[in-house]
């Protein structure tokens, strides 16, 4: 709910979403919000503050019996209550920030559902994101944002998923942002990043040998897209090495590249003069 609502608050422009009745049903819901937070019972307050109260007292719990089972004498009457109870509001709390982020992935995907239309940038293939895929399990969000490429400074969107990456040209029209293919989507498992220098970094795609030279707005978030880039490929190509020697074949991949290889490509060597795959 605390993401919607963030969502909410920020400019349609921004949003750029497709459908009109999501647009009014936000634009109705924000002036709703608006109307609320002027009353003087509120304090204030944004409807964002008292949804998050109960969620953090959740999860102060912990702490506070903690400290309660470190003062209380073992030969306490109480010790024994003190420390089920601290049991209890660890897992309580552990199951609260696990749904939590189930709850924004799912939030995020159903946004990015809705900005983008997926049919034009696949081709005409529907896409559903927020689905369970045969690889990973749950699609997750990982990172969105603008990038260049590097040689002509073209402006380009990139959206990163546990199972694919996708690659936008973005162009700005009548003060809506447009976006156009790029690329095809590049499997998770297929794909590697080297490491930036600077504000730029190459993209290696594994499966047609391309690499992409592209730049980020400052060098923290090049590091930033490299490192979540490796984080979720490195586990894709471990758990599709694992299908693969399990005898289970996932999406028609009979083979991918192995570890000696794709450490070479990722000290510098061309992804095209190595083309052994297991």
Known sequence: AIEYLKLVRESSSRLNLRNDATRDAHQKLLLTLEQAEKDPRVRRLRLESFLLAPVQRVMRYPLLLEALLKYTPEDHPDHDDVALALSISGSVATEVDRKSEELMNRQRLAELQSTFDWAHLLGGVQLKLDTFTKLVGQRKFVRKGPLRKASSGKHLYAILFNDFMMITVSDRRGGVWCYEPYRLPIQTYDMLARDPVKDQFELV???????????????????????????????CYEVMCEALRSGIQVSKVKSVISPEARNKILQGSKPTSIGKRH
């Not at 978030?221 to 490299?226: G, N, T, Y």
């Open 205 to 235: 795609n594994l499966k047609n040998g391309e690499v992409l030279q592209l730049r980020a707005d400052t060098a923290a978030e090049a590091s930033d897209w490299v490192k979540d880039i490796m984080k979720t490929a490195n586990y």
